[in-house]
């Protein structure tokens, strides 16, 4: 079977909360790529970028950092994989309480013109929601006043 139609599958997998099935393509599209003569290695970093949000969405944060450099580090990462790679490097960030990291990450992804429609809504969603935005200095007062009470705390 097709590298990409192997992602693809594991992707959809993934979508629909059957991660051990999305993990058997992913590990039979790894499988592909170590066997001699394969074409697709420059595939390699669709499939690690795809092993990356699976790690994700199930918490690994160590096997999803070492998926998305992987990813960065593979030869025919195009621009737009890299800058999905970054956004989870922002996510797994977050998840180890690294801001600072993950709304640099997260801004360039945003900046870049490389960075996919997809990504780039995404990196913004999580910008938002992990109150990471860059807030004007007059809208700060207001920008806290919001975030207490979206918390269901009381500034006095």
């Keep these: 079977m097709h590298l990409r139609s192997l992602v693809v599958l594991a992707r959809l997998e993934r979508q629909a909360g059957q991660f051990a099935a999305a993990r058997r393509w992913l590990e039979e599209a790894t499988s592909a790529l170590a066997q001699p003569g394969v074409t697709h290695s420059n595939y390699r970093a669709g499939v690690a970028l795809e092993a990356g949000h699976l790690a994700s969405e199930e918490h690994d944060w160590s096997l999803s950092r070492r998926c998305y450099a992987e990813t960065l580090a593979a030869l025919g990462c195009d621009a737009a994989e890299a800058q999905e790679a970054r956004t989870g490097l922002a996510e797994v960030a977050c998840a180890e309480n690294d801001l600072a990291q993950a709304k640099q990450l997260l801004t360039a992804a945003i900046g870049d013109p490389a960075t996919g429609a997809a990504t780039r809504q995404r990196a913004q969603v999580l910008l938002r929601d992990w109150d ?25």
């Design 132 to 156: 990471l935005t860059v807030v004007p200095p007059d809208q700060v007062g207001a920008t806290m006043e919001q975030s207490a009470l979206r918390n269901g705390n009381v500034l006095l």
